[in-house]
């Protein structure tokens, strides 16, 4: 077992320029200047006793926290054990996050005489994290696969696809025009409505509500507003940012089934609201029933799951319901060109332009961006290592979305050339298959890095595994549909046709 000794007054990891522009601008007169901290990063001061005032602390508090093994997933409380004896005192409160993570803030009964313990007392856990240098490695990787799918798209989009336009139009101004060729061949039937609406619609609007979440999480956590210092703040934030985004989420999936020709709209906000957060809360729910039965500090206690319900209903709930209010008092979303009555049938495909092939292919760029970075998350989630760059994790989230738009509107162009208009599904799973390699990541990553044993520690992983994969795969896959969306309304809107 191995013991957690986290100080509630930890050190802040400031953001120098941003800190500079903040005192700079916070200056009101060249001889008094004024200035503030942004929240999580104001240092604690601590001076000599003869020196105590109440702007300084003599004592630093030590508290203890769970126990966690590298053989199992499953920690339990400091005071679990007879070896592990904590101090009577008053037990500090956790934070939404650092419940959902199973951590259990206790006093300690040690205490802390000397003063390059306090000041190194990080030491131990930035010795323990990875060299800067692999993760610049793992940008450059990413940055080699982004450049070699924006020449590949510049290609098609300033070569290819201009050459196709043009010549196009100017079949269009002959007289003895020809048979329609290429993609062009079937702007009758581009934005024909897909096969299961409904879902689609649904999983975009719950997409958008993580994409943006986790955008606006990554963001903050990049100004130091959720520095590891502060245990907990990542997932409290993004937990709060997700229960706030149900307008978002209900407004997305509204506009498109609405543009998809849907009318029932009650079962599609029913759904936006309800499935994909209640496949989550069932799992959870079976990983907490688990935790439970063990006697784990990770059980999250009775009251929190009914205050994570409340919010669920009572503000997520509601707030998605006006999303899809707004979303469907709009006018449905106006095509360039008018969609057919009688569809156009598909001719034979050739094995590279099958839908389960391209599907398979479009996920292997954008996960290779991440698999380097995912090593390093799996490692703090799994391995019990402090996560810390969010930086380095914030630029990898834009090169994901970057990779996945490209590598989807490459596979659309080439599926339209094969006259083949069924995009709307083919593109939301190319990009969301980058799901599947992070599960089977998650899967070699059980065998070969951990040393996990038992029953219930290999259905916990497991279990929580799913729940990444769900989000990431709603993740990406609205990505690659919002991208291919783009690109068939831009490249349609350009053309003539009768």
């Not at 439970?292 to 929190?304: K, R, Y």
Request: glycine share 8%; proline share 5%.
């Amino acid at each position: 077992m191995s013991a957690r000794l986290p100080v509630l007054s930890p050190p802040r990891w400031p953001r120098l320029l941003l800190l500079l522009l903040l005192l700079l601008g916070a200056a009101p007169g060249p001889r008094r200047s004024g200035a503030f901290y942004l929240p999580g990063l104001a240092p604690v001061n601590f001076c000599e006793e003869e020196k105590k005032s109440d702007e300084c602390k003599t004592e630093i508090e030590l508290f203890v926290n769970r126990l966690d093994s590298v053989e199992s997933v499953l920690p339990y409380e400091y005071t679990a054990f007879d070896f592990c004896q904590a101090s009577e005192g008053k037990r500090p409160s956790e934070n939404l996050g650092q419940v959902l993570f199973g951590e259990r803030i206790e006093p300690s009964p040690y205490k802390e005489d000397d003063k390059i313990r306090w000041a190194s007392r990080w030491d131990y856990i930035l010795e323990s994290m990875p060299h800067t240098h692999i993760q610049w490695f793992s940008i450059m990787n990413s940055l080699v696969i982004v450049l070699f799918l924006s020449g590949m798209v510049a290609m098609i989009m300033l070569r290819t696809l201009h050459k196709d336009i043009a010549r196009y139009n100017q079949m269009d101004s002959t007289e003895d025009a020809q048979e329609e060729f290429g993609w062009k061949l079937v702007h009758g039937d581009i934005f024909r409505p897909p096969r299961k609406g409904m879902l689609l619609s649904v999983f975009l609007g719950s997409g958008t509500q993580i994409l943006i979440m986790t955008f606006v999480t990554l963001f903050f956590a990049c100004l130091g507003f959720l520095s590891p210092a502060n245990r907990g703040a990542l997932m409290t934030c993004a937990v709060v940012l997700w229960v706030l985004l149900g307008t978002p989420a209900g407004y997305v999936a509204a506009r498109f089934y609405k543009s998809f020709g849907g009318e029932k709209w009650k079962t599609n906000v029913l759904l936006t609201s309800f499935l994909c957060p209640g496949i989550v809360f069932a799992d959870f729910f079976i990983m907490n029933l688990i935790l439970w039965g063990e006697g784990s500090s990770a059980a999250i206690p009775f009251g929190t799951l009914v205050a994570i319900l409340a919010l669920w209903f009572c503000i997520s709930v509601p707030l998605t319901f006006i999303g899809a209010y707004f979303g469907f008092k709009k006018n449905a979303i106006e095509h360039p060109v008018r969609t057919n009555q009688i569809p156009r049938q598909i001719p034979e495909q050739s094995f590279y332009t099958k839908p389960l092939p391209g599907i398979v292919m479009g996920g292997i760029l954008p996960f290779g961006c991440i698999f380097i970075q995912l090593f390093f998350i799996l490692n703090s989630i799994w391995s019990h290592q402090m996560y810390y760059m969010f930086g380095f994790l914030f630029l990898v989230f834009i090169i994901l979305v970057i990779t996945c738009s490209e590598a989807t509107i490459l596979l659309c162009y080439f599926h339209l050339c094969a006259e083949d208009y069924h995009w709307q599904w083919r593109s939301f799973l190319t990009s969301g298959f980058t799901a599947v390699y992070f599960l089977i990541y998650a899967i070699h990553y059980f065998f070969s890095k951990l040393q996990i044993t038992g029953t219930a520690s290999t259905i916990l992983y497991f279990g929580y595994t799913m729940i990444m994969v769900l989000i990431f795969f709603l993740f990406t896959g609205t990505i690659g549909f919002f991208a291919c969306f783009w690109f068939v309304t831009k490249i349609y809107s350009v053309v003539k046709v009768d």
